[in-house]
């Protein structure tokens, strides 16, 4: 699967493969573009979309490390 850089475009079946091949990041993904959206027309203050977001980064920080650690440990087993 190829690498998607920051510098360079990345072609976005790519992306989508990549996503569909991960779903817990999909749905951390999904979920922060309906923050921006404002999909539920409840963000109001600014106080609250910080909140949001700062719980889906964690939520996507625990999906990230939790699919790092088992990626490392069926390398090692």
């Excluded at 949001?52 to 625990?62: A, D, F, K, P, Y």
């Amino acid at each position: 699967m190829p690498k998607i850089s920051h510098i360079e475009p990345c072609d976005s079946r790519d992306l989508v493969a990549r996503l569909e091949a991960n779903p817990k990041i999909l749905a951390k993904v999904l979920e922060m573009l309906e923050l921006v959206e404002n999909a539920e027309g409840d963000l109001r203050r600014a106080d609250e979309a910080e909140r949001r977001v700062i719980e889906i980064l964690r939520g996507t920080g625990q999906e990230i490390l939790t699919g790092w650690a088992e990626q490392v440990a069926e390398a090692v087993t």
